[in-house]
Every structure is written in C-alpha cells, then in structure tokens.
C-alpha cells in the first residue's frame, strides 16, 4: 500500500508498507543536480554528496558509521544531472536512527572548511578513477557532444580545475540555494506504519526552508556532430545516437520496449549481431536518457581497434534497420522481460524505495506496479513503428575514443 503526502513547506513524503519484510529502505530524494550548477559551482552537486557524510554538529562522520555499522545498517548516495539522493537501508526496529542521520545531514552539514579540503582531494581522485575508465568516460563525452552548449551536457563529477578552485563558501552558497522544502521527497518502504512514519518525518524536516533556486529549462537544438577523441587505450570504444523526447513524454514506455530489443540484453539485435555472431566485441548495448525537456537514445560498443571499423559500420547498420521498427515477436518478449524487471525489483525496499522516491520527484506521481504493467501493455506495434520511424532516422552523432591507430577513428576523422 503507497501513501503520499505534501507539507506546507513543500516538502513531499511517500510510504509504501511492505508487509513480512524486516528492512526499511530511506530515501532523500533532492531535486538538484549537475545541470543547476553555475561556472563557480561546477561539480558542487557530487561535492556535496561527499560532503554530506562528513556530518554534522551533532553526528561526526565517525559517529554516524559506527551508529550504521552498529545495526547492520546500509548508508549511500548518488548524484546525476537532475537529481541527487542520500539512502539508508536498516532493520525496522532501526528506522528512528536511519530518519534522525538522514534528517540531519540534508539540513545541517558541518562543511567544516578542513574536511572541504579532505574531500576535495577524494573527488578529485574519483575524476581521475573516471578517466582511467575509457568505457564509462566514453558516455559523458557523448552527453557533452550531443548536448553541447547545455547545461545537461556537463560532466556531473565537474573538472579537475572546477573542483580545485571551488571555495567552501560556494559550496555552501549552493547547498543553502538548492536543499529546501520544495525540491525534496523524502521516500519510505518497507514493513512500516504509514501514518507513523509521516508524522516522524513531519517533525524532522517540518521546519526545512524552501529552496531559492530556480532551474533553468531549455530545449536544445541537437545537431549531428563526430567527436574523435585519440586515447592510448586497449580497445577503441565508439558511442553513436540520436536525439529522442523529454523524460514526461507518454512515449517513454514504447522506448523502454524499443531499447530492449536494439540493445538492452543478450536476445537484443546489437548483442547477437557484433557479439554471437560475430565476435568483435565483448560489451554492447543501447540506452536511453531522458530529461526534464530533452533526451537521447544511444547504442555503445568496444572493441579491439583493428575491429573498429567492422564494429562501427555494423551499428549503423542495426541502427538504421530500427528505423523500419521492430516486429510483433520482438515487442512480445520486451514486454515480458520489462514485466519481469518491475515485478522482481519488488523483491527489495531498496528497489521499492528507490522506484517510489523517483516517481514523485520526476513525475509528481507514484503508479503501482499494476498500472506501470498496465502502461507497459498497452503499447502497440502502431506506437513502437511510429517512434523508431522518427528517432532512427535522425542524424547520428558519433563519438569514438581511442588510440591513434585506431581503424574507427580513421574512419571517421
């Protein structure tokens, strides 16, 4: 059962009871990411998410791992281009310590200017990680060339030169102009009373201020671009795609059903062509990211350099067969496998949590599972036939990275 709740600040509170289970899954949903960063502030966002677990006047970050560990408790966070979240996972005997840390870290972080610069030079090894990862760095490239020129097209981790300039003050400038009321959704699954849980929430985070920040929408105009970036790396690593529609398009879920069958498993066409049938490569798939006025579809794939060139005629190839759809088997069996994947997550509170805390901060509402099955169901092969017509056979941007001698980047330089 999903109850959900608006205070007068702003602030949102949605509780799922999930009966028989012993963990409870708590979210702190903060509608803020990358994209509301300005010149000053690039990578404040991820920076905070460090920063957050440093504590608080009241909790030390010492104090609050020993709390956590204590219980057997799970405490984490992620940032992304729109959002940022802070989640623990305890025993329901535990929930009141999980809400207490939490409750504290998004309100009242210390930002004490010696830790700042701790954890400065913790990001700035995690963007050095990143970099040493040229099949993860390959897709903030392409998000950075198709979206260029846009806010959504910074790398959500910032630059080593933002990161290192960045003062405490605009850290906190950014924390104060951002973590209010109004962009916060606190989430709660697991075996609880509702209206209890609730009211605790209200006394936690009843008296949070409103968040000043105002985010700014643009509709970016996505022209087809090639962006060969020369990298002495093992493999060459080559990311094509094409602009698609807002996260709120009702279009989503025929997407979700198209992107299963391009590339989202191993029965996927991109999987069985370059893969099983042919060998080039170990890793491929496609994806698709939405966003609050913008999105994209695209495919990735990694390869031997001297495979480059077979590799990328190959996905365009099962790029452009998508644009005359996908048949009545293909949609069948996405349905089934997408079925699957929101019936299994609940399984989890984690995945409960995070499905609930994401629905009402994204979409301003919290479907069940049936109705999110039912929204599944209903797309036709009218609707898949429609979408591929229009977001395949647009021009592709292109982005290969890898080493010089690379046959891809030869092809396309």
Request: aromatic share 6%; charged share 25%.
């Amino acid at each position: 059962m999903i109850s959900h709740r608006s205070f007068p600040n702003g602030l949102r509170v949605v509780v799922e009871k999930v009966p028989g289970v012993r963990s409870v899954a708590v979210g702190v949903w903060v509608d803020v990411g990358s994209r509301d960063e300005v010149p000053a502030t690039y990578g404040a966002s991820h920076f905070l998410e460090h920063l957050l677990f440093k504590g608080t006047d009241r909790w030390s970050a010492e104090e609050i791992a020993r709390a956590l560990d204590a219980v057997g408790g799970e405490f984490n966070a992620w940032t992304s281009k729109e959002q940022t979240v802070f989640h623990v996972r305890v025993l329901d005997d535990d929930l009141d310590l999980g809400l207490d840390i939490l409750a504290d870290i998004t309100q009242h972080p210390s930002l004490r200017p010696d830790e700042v610069e701790s954890e400065r030079n913790v990001v700035l090894e995690e963007i050095n990680m990143y970099e040493d990862s040229p099949d993860e760095l390959v897709h903030d490239i392409f998000g950075e060339t198709i979206l260029h020129h846009h806010a959504l097209g910074r790398p959500v981790l910032g630059t080593r030169e933002s990161v290192t300039a960045m003062a405490r003050d605009d850290v906190a400038a950014h924390f104060r102009r951002w973590y209010g009321a109004g962009r916060t959704v606190i989430a709660v699954a697991g075996n609880v009373d509702a209206g209890a849980v609730t009211d605790q929430v209200a006394r936690l985070w009843g008296g949070m201020e409103a968040a000043s920040g105002e985010r700014s929408i643009a509709v970016p105009v996505l022209e087809p671009v090639t962006d060969v970036r020369l990298r002495d790396t093992e493999q060459t690593h080559i990311v094509i795609g094409a602009p698609a529609f807002a996260r709120d398009d009702e279009r989503r879920y025929a997407l979700s059903a198209v992107n299963h069958v391009f590339g989202g498993g191993m029965s996927s066409r991109l999987f069985r062509e370059i893969r099983e049938r042919r060998g080039l490569v170990y890793s491929t798939y496609s994806y698709r990211s939405l966003f609050e006025e913008t999105g994209f579809v695209a495919a990735y794939a990694g390869c031997a350099p001297g495979r480059a060139d077979e590799t990328l005629s190959l996905m365009r190839e099962q790029w452009q067969a998508m644009a005359h759809g996908i048949d009545a088997a293909e949609l069948a069996g996405a349905k089934g496998h997408l079925r699957a994947q929101i019936a299994m997550g609940e399984e989890d509170t984690g995945s409960r949590m995070g499905r609930i805390g994401r629905s009402l901060l994204t979409y301003g509402e919290v479907p069940t599972v049936d109705e999110l099955i039912a929204r599944i169901d209903a797309v036709t092969l009218d609707d898949t036939t429609a979408l591929c017509a229009e977001v395949f056979s647009r021009p592709c941007t292109l982005v290969v990275l890898g080493p010089e001698a690379s046959a891809g980047a030869e092809a396309v330089a």
